[in-house]
């Protein structure tokens, strides 16, 4: 019987992403495929994360967007390496994207690198790029039954970070509800409200990273 073409595909990207972990296991270099809805604010924590971390490690991006440059020149603007890729159209990120990305993103001497991969919640989480951990951003502008309409992304995240905290006084969206649907998928997962715009929780979010590059270091 034939296989079905859609596993073939995410077949031959497994083996792509395996051959890129090793890579960035041997380097001891720490990696986050960055995933959420358009307009979560993606881009909005990691200008904030690399601006507030910059004295404490090198850190780069992969951005990925469907059309123009504008998120890679705000992360540009931090001081950060950064490539953009282009997917005209494609709706996700995929192994071989990266790849290619990586040829013009040298990661001797790096710390960190951010993937950010298209707004959408459903295919990106289907498609390894390699990263040490998928990390889920959702805002509060938006339902907080996401985690249970987009369960795969929840299931498999290390962290949903919650975002726009700010505005929560204006908005119909349950903290608590949000969380309580995303630990029924994943009882490990990191929880944590953030705002990118007054800086509320960021700490936590740094302190999660400090964390997790100290546990890569002693891995590699
Ligand atoms: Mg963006
Ligand atoms: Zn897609």
Not at 67 to 79: H, S
Not at 177 to 199: D, H, I, K, T, Y
Request: proline fraction near 4%; hydrophobic fraction near 45%; charge should be negative.
């Amino acid at each position: 019987m034939e296989t079905p073409l859609a596993y073939n595909i995410l077949d031959a990207n497994d083996k792509i992403a395996a051959d890129l972990r090793a890579d960035f296991a041997a380097r001891g270099l720490l990696v986050f495929n960055l995933i959420s809805s358009p307009g979560a604010g993606k881009t909005a924590l990691l200008e904030r994360t690399l601006a507030d971390l910059k004295k404490e490690f090198a850190m780069a991006v992969i951005e990925g967007d469907l059309q123009t440059d504008n998120d890679a020149r705000r992360i540009a603007a931090t001081g950060a390496k950064v490539v953009q890729i282009n997917t005209g159209g494609g709706c996700h990120l995929d192994a071989a994207l990266v790849r290619t990305a990586l040829e013009e993103l040298p990661l001797d001497g790096l710390d960190i690198l951010f993937i950010e991969n298209v707004g959408n919640l459903v295919c990106p989480v289907e498609f390894d790029c390699g990263e040490d951990g998928k990390i889920a951003l959702l805002s509060v502008t938006e339902g907080d039954d996401k985690p249970e309409k987009y369960p795969l992304l929840f299931h498999l995240a290390r962290v949903m970070l919650l975002n726009k905290i700010d505005l929560l006084p204006h908005v119909d969206f349950s903290l608590e509800r949000a969380e309580r649907f995303a630990r029924l998928l994943n009882a490990g997962l990191r929880v944590l409200p953030v705002s990118c715009r007054s800086g509320e929780g960021l700490e936590a979010w740094y302190d999660y990273l400090r964390e997790a590059r100290r546990v890569k270091l002693t891995q590699s």
